[in-house]
């Protein structure tokens, strides 16, 4: 990867901008350097985007699917290289980067390969006439990813924007330009049509991101990110009514019910806070336990929030991350000060660890559990985005299911229990766009994906995905 990391426009690396500093989160010491990307840039950008788009959308759709399935398997011949980009910029543990972050990309543009071009046209017939739909892509799309799970998420977009037609100029976190860089990479070497996929690298307001929204060759918004970054996309495409896709914050309940395999569940919930250094917008940060059970839980998710591995990220053993900045550190240490602030007993955590080495210079945060706060507290109200939970107890379902439903937040929610009557109860109770049943993060990628109030619009996966990056047009024939 140059450094600094360029920009990829028109299928050609473009070293052009200002640079800003990439920073290793393990031991916070500056990597390498980035191009930031100004508003010509930005137009060199989307000019790409949309001198590339008719021939593009022009295609057949089985050819930019044998282009999105070429794109998975080139995604495999340059495994190490993304995993190595990913660690470089997250601190990730290379056993979750090797088994979900970066399969999850190649899988991502092959089955919207798969699915795109097994979809069926719709036509219907009346006596004397025959309705049908054709649709045709949106058109330059502005691809805006965040840190947490830099590749995954932006090939979640990019596989099914590319394969139904549109052109893109993507942006990923100004945390986290690593693995898209190598993924322009690998589209130049597969012989993309040069601008059908753009990357540019930069900050948000003020900056790239807000340049690329705003820009007027700008067609649609498909954004994953905090809420209050959503709500300002939001404004800036306002007055030109661009179609947008979100996938915002949370504040996830999980529900632990007496009757569950209690084993399951600490082990189910262990993973649910803690996974990625609970930097998942699917994390639970709150979980309600049934009252005869609450305290054995919070004792053996303690215990096992206390076993979770800080080695170094290429350990196999790892299993902790640190924070993605020294920023998004002192926000989460923030939320465990206020936790003592307003009375939390803190069962495991609370604070940094110490090294001795030079990762005492990363930035780490303990994983931390807590309980004895109302659920109106500041700390079981806000997105924390940390290896974090609080756990409360509970008396009856319907006291849970309140519990879990009083959020601004509605993205994820999990259930533990052994009754398959309760299970499908409480499951449809939920506000939540996905509840996952003794398990957690277990996904089919042609199932819906997205959430209710500040957890964002619209939902993608499958032919959820394909319905957002297409505009249908009906057409009516008299016959
Ligand atoms: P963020 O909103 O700060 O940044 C996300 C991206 O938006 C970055 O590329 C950033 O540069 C860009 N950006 C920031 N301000 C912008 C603006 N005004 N205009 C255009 N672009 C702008 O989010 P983050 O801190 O990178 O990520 C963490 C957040 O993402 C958490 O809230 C988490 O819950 C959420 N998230 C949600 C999902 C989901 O699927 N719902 C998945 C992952 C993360």
Not at 368 to 392: K, M, Q, W, Y
Request: glycine residues 10%; contains cysteine.
């Amino acid at each position: 990867m140059p450094d600094p990391v360029t920009h990829f426009i028109g299928g050609a690396p473009v070293a052009l901008g200002p640079t800003f500093a990439a920073c290793d989160p393990v031991t916070g010491r500056e990597v390498r350097r980035v191009h930031e990307a100004d508003r010509s840039v930005v137009d060199r950008a989307v000019a790409a985007a949309r001198a590339a788009l008719p021939g593009w959308a022009a295609l057949p759709v089985a050819e930019r699917a044998a282009w999105t399935r070429r794109l998975g398997d080139a995604i495999e011949e340059r495994f190490e290289d993304l995993v190595a980009a990913e660690i470089a910029d997250t601190g990730k543990s290379i056993t979750q980067t090797r088994t979900l972050d970066i399969p999850r990309g190649a899988a991502n543009f092959r089955a919207f390969a798969e699915i795109a071009a097994q979809r069926p046209e719709s036509a219907f017939h009346l006596k004397d006439a025959l309705s049908y739909t054709v649709r045709r892509p949106l058109g330059v799309v502005a691809v805006i990813v965040p840190w947490n799970l830099p590749f995954l998420l932006a090939t979640w977009k990019l596989g099914p924007c590319l394969v139904a037609g549109n052109t893109v100029v993507a942006k990923p976190s100004e945390h986290t330009p690593g693995s898209l860089a190598v993924l322009a990479e690998i589209a130049a070497s597969i012989g993309l049509p040069p601008g059908v996929l753009n990357v540019v690298n930069g900050f948000g307001t003020g900056s790239t991101g807000q340049f690329l929204v705003e820009h007027p060759g700008v067609d649609a918004v498909t954004f994953t990110g905090e809420s209050r970054t959503g709500s300002a996309i939001m404004k800036a495409v306002a007055d030109r009514v661009k179609p947008v896709s979100f996938e915002l914050g949370g504040k996830n309940a999980g529900l632990v019910f007496a009757d569950a395999d209690l084993e399951a569940a600490v082990e189910g919930s262990v993973r649910s806070v803690f996974t990625n250094g609970g930097q998942v917008c699917l994390c639970t940060e709150r979980l309600y336990v049934e009252r005869p059970v609450f305290g054995e839980f919070v004792e053996r998710l303690a215990e096992g929030a206390r076993g979770l591995a800080f080695g170094r990220p290429r350990d196999e053993s790892t299993v902790m991350m640190p924070m993605i900045s020294a920023e998004h550190r002192d926000k989460v240490l923030t939320y465990y000060a206020l936790a003592k602030d307003e009375g939390a007993t803190i069962h495991t955590g609370g604070g940094t660890p110490r090294f001795g080495d030079e990762r005492d210079g990363g930035y780490y945060v303990e994983p931390t559990v807590l309980t004895g706060l109302p659920n109106d507290s500041r700390v079981n109200r806000e997105e924390i985005f940390g290896p974090v939970c609080h756990v409360a107890p509970f008396d009856s379902e319907t006291e849970a299911v309140g519990l879990a439903n009083d959020s601004e937040y509605g993205l994820a929610a999990t259930v533990w229990t052994s009754s398959l009557n309760r299970a499908h109860r409480v499951a449809r109770s939920l506000e939540a766009g996905l509840v996952w049943v003794n398990t957690w993060y277990l996904r089919d990628l042609r199932t819906p994906f997205g959430g209710v109030r500040l957890s964002g619009i619209g939902r993608e996966g499958g032919t959820h995905s394909l319905d957002f990056y297409s505009e249908p047009t009906t057409i009516t024939i008299k016959l």
